[in-house]
């Protein structure tokens, strides 16, 4: 099982800087952000080359100003350090998060090989 890490200000660029990292940008006041916690750690479940990072927006403004998050729930997807894919969707379905990532990790991953 792959744990998901929580993030502060503090460690959340190192968190990101090497692999395939997915980064949940969430807030406790926001819904949907909460509706998607157990679809975040199936996810982590079963990509197990894909670290999985929650970064909770009011405590890392900062962070979440310089990545130009202006919504929530915000996903990231950073390969090496380098942000590759985003979906930022106030409504955004379990269904939906499943699917972006699948397609994400699919161009993110072409001619790698394992």
Known sequence: ?????DATRETFFDLVAKGTVLVDVWGPQCRPCLALVPTVHA???EYE?????????PTARRVCIELKVMTLPTFLLFSDGEEVAR??????????????????LAGTTEGVSN
Do not use: F, Q, Y
Not at 1 to 5: G, K
Not at 87 to 104: F, N, Q, R
């Open 1 to 5: 099982m792959t744990p998901v890490v």
């Open 43 to 45: 996810l982590a479940e």
């Open 49 to 57: 080359h894909l670290s999985v990072v929650k970064l909770e927006a």
């Open 87 to 104: 979906i930022s969707d106030p409504e955004l379905s379990a269904s939906k998060l499943t699917e972006w990532v699948a397609g994400a």
